[in-house]
């Protein structure tokens, strides 16, 4: 581990559909001695921006805006510069450096090109590593902008934790049904229920990557995929049949294009499958594949690693302890928009040496 990656500091990004109540947050949240000394990014659409104009500014953070287009589309080398320039800045005031980055993102905003930004970027890649996705959703509006809106259901599937707003304006009953709704999309994504912006900072951020890992690993939520899910293993020279749509029972647990399952692996995997394997399911499908995450016992090696994709960008694994694996089974979570479970398990099949001729 290098040097640079001990002053990395946590960048939380912060998304939600339209009118959600993503502002209102925020002006509550900067407020907290938590937030102290953080650097708040706001994107906006238009050329006026109001949302930083709605944050109150602290006297230890700063805000800035981006208003010229849409960070998940057209200005995402813009977020490097604007990061960089404010960092700059302080550093040459003398002021304290930045303890912590948070990212709004507008409300039509894919959240996974931003992240793939972070990931990719050479000088955020080093400076900031990702704390959190918080993903707003409106309790009064929620399910039918969720069915009407695929940003919104994007949103909903890529957070670590999701905020139901605004739950002063529904009864249990509706609320219950948003749950319910998110949990179909993101059965890991951790739920809290906030009104008028109240939450506290610690809710919201914290929670070491290996605590994170294993909460979106929890496997109880997934539907459970696995090497003997009762499918013929592929024949070697077989990869036009596993690529081609499966017209067999779907193993998805809702009917949504977005879904959500766990693969488990039982014995350890040899790098080079691995590697394989990965590197042709993001070739063939990276673009479907929304998030992929996974604590992996690797063949031969001690300690279990962490790997954290969005779509086909992979972060570099980390190493965990071994206690993170201590029955020695790999388990992926992968949440796909139109990918068929079988398809990313037999490709696996595919690859184990036994199989190949
Ligand atoms: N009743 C109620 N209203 C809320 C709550 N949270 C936010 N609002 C209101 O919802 C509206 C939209 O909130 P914002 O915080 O501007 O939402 P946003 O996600 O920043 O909106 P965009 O910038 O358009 O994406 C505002 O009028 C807020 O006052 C809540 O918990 N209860």
Redesign the pocket.
Known sequence: MSSDTHDQIPVTVLT?F????????LNRLVRQPAMKDALVVIN?FGDIGL?HR?VAEGDEQTVVEMSSGCLCCTIRGDLSRTVQKTFDAIERAGGEPFSRVIIET??LADPAPILQTLMTDYWLAHRLQLDGVIC?VDAASGVSTLNAHRESQRQAAIADRLLI?????VDEARLSRLAEHLNRINPAAEQLQ????EVSAEQLTGGAQQRRAEQWLSAASYAQVSTAVGMAPPAAGSLISILAPTSGPSLTRHGEQIRSFCFTVEEPIAPEVLEDWLDLLMSLMGEKILRVKAIVKIAGREEPLALHGVQHIFHPPEPLPAEACSDGISRFVFITNGVAPAAVTQLFDYFQPERAI
């Open positions: 939600g339209l009118g959600s109540g993503k502002t209102t947050l906006e949302d709605l507008t409300g707003l707003t605004k739950t002063d304006l906030v009104r008028h912006g």
